[in-house]
């Protein structure tokens, strides 16, 4: 059974990708080190039983996900940014 940080991490994911949803330059970073802060945290985890290290294993998955799908919006943001500029 996965640990209940585990499903608490999990559960909070999918409320944050809402299509049309936007963060200013701030808060897009802090969610980014947000991410990858608790892909590690996840990843150091040990579990006795294989179950545990899976689940740590996909919620870092999960993680690190989230924080590539915001480096690409902010990717798409600045080369938008930077195409209005010209």
Known sequence: ?????????????PC???PGRTLDPIQRQA????????ALY??????DAPADRAAHLWAATARAHRALSLLK???T???????AGQ
């Open 77 to 83: 943001d600045a080369r938008e940014v930077g195409r």
């Open 1 to 13: 059974m996965a640990h209940p940080a585990t499903q608490r991490a999990t559960l909070g994911a």
């Open 42 to 47: 996840f990843m150091r985890r040990t579990g």
């Open 16 to 18: 944050m990708a809402q």
């Open 73 to 75: 919006q902010a990717s």
């Open 31 to 38: 969610a980014i080190e947000n991410a990858l802060s608790t």
